[in-house]
C-alpha cells in the first residue's frame, strides 16, 4: 500500500524558514519522480516543485530561488526546504507521486 506522510508545518514569520518532509512507503521511492503541490485557502491546487529520479528538479516561479526539493533515497523521504517565506506561501502542502498518490497534507501559516 503506498503512504505518503507529510511533516514538518507550521506557523512561522514572514521572512522565516521551514522544512517539509515526506516519508514514502509502498512503492520504489528511488525510481519515482515526487512533486510538491499547495492549495491555499479558497484557491486551487498549485505545483510548487517536483524532483526526478536523477535529481533534476524543477520549480514554480512564485517559489524559484526561495524553495529547495531534495530527496534521500536511503531514507524514502521528500524534502522541501522553504526560505524567506511570505504570506502568500499560507497553504496546506501535499507530496504526491507522479502515479496518482498523495499524502494528507500539513499546513503552512506565514503571518506575523
Known amino acids: 500500500e503506498v503512504q505518503l506522510v507529510e511533516s514538518g508545518g507550521g506557523l512561522v514569520q514572514p521572512g522565516g524558514s521551514l522544512r517539509l518532509s515526506c516519508a514514502a512507503s509502498?512503492?520504489?521511492?528511488?525510481?519515482?519522480?515526487m512533486n510538491w503541490v499547495r492549495q491555499a485557502p479558497g484557491k486551487g491546487l498549485e505545483w510548487v516543485s517536483g524532483i526526478n529520479s536523477g535529481g533534476g528538479t524543477g520549480y514554480a516561479d512564485s517559489v524559484k530561488g526561495r524553495f529547495t526539493i531534495s530527496r534521500d533515497n536511503a531514507k524514502n523521504t521528500l524534502y522541501l526546504q522553504m526560505n524567506n517565506l511570505k504570506p502568500e506561501d499560507t497553504a496546506v502542502y501535499y507530496c504526491?507521486?507522479?502515479?496518482?498518490?498523495w499524502g494528507q497534507g500539513t499546513q503552512v501559516t506565514v503571518s506575523s
Open positions: 509502498g512503492f520504489t521511492f528511488s525510481t519515482y519522480a
Open positions: 504526491a507521486t507522479n502515479f496518482g498518490y
